[in-house]
């Protein structure tokens, strides 16, 4: 196989003649993933919590993120971003209008 021919398209999944290949990921859209966040709203309740986006660098999606954040923020709920900041200020900047904290991981500082 030549992997530097990969597009991430999977179609070696179905073109696996062993069943030895998965897709590892899904595709949500901002309705399907507060549908699942809102089904613990109980516990917010209870908590004062709320949703926090993280894992990886959320706002390398931004688009995804933003609309997360905003229905976030219309049904209430506290919002807070986990991240490193590597990406484009502006997108900072979109995502401080619907975020009420901010986790700023900084690995390394260099003078």
């Keep these: 196989m ?21 897709i590892a990921g ?8 507060m549908e699942v966040v809102l089904a613990d709203c109980i516990f917010y309740d209870e908590s004062q919590g709320g949703v926090t986006l993280s894992g990886g660098e959320p ?23 986990d991240t490193c900041g590597a990406v484009p200020p502006s997108v900072v900047a979109a995502a401080a209008q619907w975020t009420d904290l901010f986790l700023y991981d900084i690995k390394t500082l260099d003078p």
């Design 26 to 33: 899904s595709t949500w859209t901002v309705e399907d993933a």
């Design 2 to 22: 030549d992997w530097q021919a990969c597009q991430a398209c999977g179609a070696c999944v179905s073109g696996c003649p062993y069943g030895l290949r998965r």
């Design 59 to 81: 706002l390398f999606q931004p688009d995804f993120a933003l609309g997360l954040l905003q229905s976030a923020k219309r049904h209430g709920l506290h919002t807070a971003v």
